[in-house]
Each structure stands twice: as structure tokens, then as C-alpha cells.
T-cell receptor, first 114, second 116 residues
Framework: QQQVKQSPQSLIVQKGGISIINCAYE??????FPWYQQFPGKGPALLIA?????SEKKEGRFTISFNKSAKQFSLHIMDSQPGDSATYFC?????????????FGQGTTLQVKP | GAVVSQHPSWVICKSGTSVKIECRSL??????MFWYRQFPKQSLMLMAT?????????EQGVEKDKFLINHASLTLSTLTVTSAHPEDSSFYIC????????????FGAGSRLTVL
């Protein structure tokens, strides 16, 4: 119930295309859903995050779509660029005593071909 | 913005020795920091929650005597891998939250530990 399942494991997209990564969770106590981008040998960097009271959040080329009833959320990268090639992790955390404890998905390695 | 600094960024040690990794919040105070471990091409696994002025809370399966955590100030947490063995070789990453919300975590750049 603590798991966050992420797919696909790897993704290859042409430059200018749309990259879509999906995540699903079981625990309805989760109330914060961030996406992180990680380059090799570096720590994860927060890309964008959403809370369950909204169904979509957009920041530049990055959009999170959130489906509360299905317990799913996804990251869309519009106009994908070679510089977006990295590993992306979805995550979830809950309020209360566990605030800040992130449960990460398995990660998706994105390759954007020029 | 919030910055978390880790040191060292990489370390090589001999089997049986102990290694200390520091995690500092540079421009904010963090009463809570988190330590993660990441194996190559895998996800981040939470090891422990570091609480300023009190004992760390370890996740199930993480040996607290093996991975000593000290959070002596609001800007510094340390992870000491004691009697390191080759299987402890990994990427250790800390994070701290509070800026923008308790859930909003800033991660350090990570520390690559190689035990020979």
C-alpha cells in the first residue's frame, strides 16, 4: 500500500515529441505528488508537484495530470528536447507525522533523440 | 532558493573502515532531514529520518548500528557508515524540507561511496 508504481521503465522520444510517464498509487492518505528529474551522478531535482485538490498543473513544458478516483498521475513533457534526457521519478508523501517522507516510483529513463 | 550541500561527493575506502557523509542546509534551517540510498539504475530508498536534537528514525531493514545518523544542529546532519563493506557501496543522498512546505524536499547532489 506504500508503493508507487511507475511506467514505463524506459522511454525514447524524438525531439519535439511528447513524453508521457505514468504513476499509480494505492494509499489514499498520500496528499502530495512531486516529480523529480535526475541526471547521472547527481541528486534529484524537483520538477513539478501537485496536490489532490487539482486535476492538472502546468509549468512551462511540464504538465502533471492527476486522476484522484483512479489513483493515478502522469507527467507530460511537451516539445521534448535532448536536454530533457534524464531519469524521472514520481513520488508521493502524506501529511501528518510522515510529512516529507517521500515514496519514490521505480524511475523512467528518458532519451530524447535529436 | 533552498540549497542542500553534501560532502564528500565521492569517497573510496577500505573494507572495515568508517566513512562520514555530511549534509548541510545552506540557506534554511531543517529540523528534519532524510537519508536515501540509491543503487545503480534503481530508485531511491529511504533509509532514515534525521531529527534535530533527537534520535533518527530508521526504516525497516536498515541497521541503525551500521548507519549512524547525527543531527546536531538545524543545518547539519551526518551519516556514518561504520565498518563499511563492499555491499555498502552505493549512492547516498540526503534531503531537507521546509521551504515552500514540509513536503517540499530539496536534495543534495549525493555522495558516491565505494568500498574496496
Amino acid at each position: 500500500q506504500q508503493q508507487v508504481k511507475q511506467s514505463p521503465q524506459s522511454l525514447i522520444v524524438q525531439k519535439g515529441g511528447i513524453s508521457i510517464i505514468n504513476c499509480a498509487y494505492e494509499n489514499t492518505a498520500f496528499d502530495y505528488f512531486p516529480w523529480y528529474q535526475q541526471f547521472p551522478g547527481k541528486g534529484p531535482a524537483l520538477l513539478i508537484a501537485i496536490r489532490p485538490d487539482v486535476s492538472e498543473k502546468k509549468e512551462g513544458r511540464f504538465t502533471i495530470s492527476f486522476n484522484k478516483s483512479a489513483k493515478q498521475f502522469s507527467l507530460h513533457i511537451m516539445d521534448s528536447q535532448p536536454g530533457d534526457s534524464a531519469t524521472y521519478f514520481c513520488a508521493a508523501s502524506m501529511a501528518g507525522s510522515n510529512t516529507g517522507k517521500l515514496i519514490f516510483g521505480q524511475g523512467t529513463t528518458l532519451q530524447v533523440k535529436p | 532558493g533552498a540549497v542542500v550541500s553534501q560532502h564528500p561527493s565521492w569517497v573510496i575506502c577500505k573494507s572495515g573502515t568508517s566513512v562520514k557523509i555530511e549534509c548541510r542546509s545552506l540557506d534554511f534551517q531543517a529540523t528534519t532531514m532524510f537519508w536515501y540510498r540509491q543503487f545503480p539504475k534503481q530508485s531511491l530508498m529511504l533509509m532514515a529520518t534525521s531529527n534535530e536534537g533527537s534520535k533518527a528514525t530508521y526504516e525497516q531493514g536498515v541497521e541503525k548500528d551500521k548507519f549512524l545518523i547525527n543531527h546536531a544542529s538545524l543545518t547539519l546532519s551526518t551519516l556514518t557508515v561504520t565498518s563499511a563493506h563492499p555491499e555498502d557501496s552505493s549512492f547516498y543522498i540526503c534531503s531537507a524540507g521546509g521551504v515552500g512546505g514540509a513536503n517540499v524536499l530539496t536534495f543534495g547532489a549525493g555522495s558516491r561511496l565505494t568500498v574496496l
